[in-house]
């Protein structure tokens, strides 16, 4: 019973591509959210949307941007990939101040 | 700010020894307070939530507003607990809303 999916495991991209990882989710959420997890440093919010169309910046957006088109499904972009954005991308949905519901990750490598 | 610390990186224990994993929290407001688990190679999910007040395998989590804590606690550790643990937070402040982790606490659980 898969709630979030995240469109892939693993990606391997060249520096200065155009990245997009996406993200759907099967249970009405109002809110998603795009993380990275980094060993040490936990899980870091990029950016999050509240509804259609809205967004707000996380505590590392510099080099992201967001775009939430249908209410299920939130795409994280990264506009010109640096190897400094190698990272597990984290997505998650959730109703306002309940459990967060995670998908499976996705490792993106950035040579 | 709002922010969540987790001070231990890494905890070791013997099988039947009490854990704690600490968690403070600083927040301006009521936050909504979680602790998540990723056991290996599987996604992030909750583990307990503070409103619910119940016993997840053997696990419960205080709130104390006067310390800012949320600490979880198991009397009696078990190998199959070794894991990666993250306290959360989630809550409006100044008009934005917020779902933010700490840095992650490993869980060793020794035979």
């Known amino acids: 019973d898969v709630k979030v999916t995240q469109s892939s495991r693993y990606l391997v991209k060249r520096t200065g591509e155009k990245v997009f990882l996406e993200c759907v989710q099967d249970m009405d959420h109002e809110n998603m959210f795009w993380y990275r997890q980094d060993p040490g440093l936990g899980l870091r919010l990029i950016y999050f949307s509240y509804d259609v169309k809205m967004k707000e910046k996380g505590d590392i957006p510099e080099g992201y941007s967001v775009s939430r088109e249908k209410k299920e499904r939130f795409s994280l972009i990264l506009e010109s990939a640096s190897t400094n954005q190698t990272s597990m991308y984290l997505c998650?949905?959730?109703?306002?101040?309940?459990?967060?519901?995670f998908g499976q990750g996705t490792r993106l490598t950035v040579v | 700010a709002q922010r969540v610390t987790q001070p231990e990186k890494l905890l070791s224990v013997f099988k039947g020894a009490p854990v704690e994993l600490k968690c403070n929290y600083s927040y301006s407001g009521s936050p909504e307070l979680f602790w998540y688990v990723q056991y290996s190679r599987q996604r992030l999910q909750l583990l307990l939530r503070h409103i619910s007040r119940e016993s997840i395998k053997g696990f419960t989590a205080d709130l104390n507003k006067g310390e800012t804590s949320f600490h979880l606690k198991k009397p009696f550790a078990q190998e199959e607990d070794s894991a990666m643990y993250y306290c959360a937070l989630s809550g409006r402040t100044s008009g934005t809303y917020k779902y933010i982790f700490g840095t992650g606490t490993r869980l060793k659980v020794l035979a």
């Open positions: 998650a949905s959730s109703l306002m101040d309940t459990e967060a519901f």
